[in-house]
């Protein structure tokens, strides 16, 4: 019966959170904890959506996974000691430390990812090795008991393979194929190896400005 904290904080991205949620809040008896530096309702950061955080960061204090979802709101929380304090608490005792997108810089900023392979949105990729992390471009990447997700919907893959691990291939197929996550994009402009190089320099420069 895994208890799964998920960490929202203002312009977090919606499907960073919503995504592993989607995914994890069906293992057999999960307790889902959305939490916050305060409880309320926490506006993602498109602006044009709110996620709901039911309990304070100091009222949850050991769960099993950890979800730190990624959006425009990390670099504010960069050195935010309340946040970092308890990102390394919770994973003190965790089973499982789980980032998505630019949620892993704020593992970085905890101290937790030093030395470990990680991956992190595209664009943000190498500002891990500021943190002592080893960037990888891989999808989802686990060492030891922490593990990243690349961006956005990384998450829902991330989900999937934690799934494998909590509970066997055979209950994580049964989830994917309950979601009926079977991507069939009408691109393939996915990443930046593949999408056209003008598009992602064009991207790249527009993300830097947000």
Known sequence: MPEIAVLLYDRVTALDAVGPYEVLQR???ARLRWVAPE?????????KLRLMAGERLEDVDRPDIVVVPGGFGTDALLDDARVLGWLRRVHETSRWTTSV???SLLLGAAGILKGLRATCHWAQ????????????SERVVFDGKVVTAAG???GIDMGLALAAREGGDELAQAIQLGIEYDPQPP???GSPRKAPAALVEA??????RA
Do not use: H, M
Request: neutral net charge.
């Open 39 to 47: 409880p309320g309702a926490i506006g993602t950061d498109e602006g």
């Open 125 to 136: 990729l190498e500002r891990l090795r500021e943190y002592g992390a080893l960037p990888t």
């Open 152 to 154: 956005v919907s990384a």
């Open 101 to 103: 997108c630019t949620g």
């Open 203 to 208: 991207l790249r420069k527009r993300l830097a």
């Open 187 to 189: 691109f393939d402009a």
């Open 27 to 29: 293992l057999p008896g």
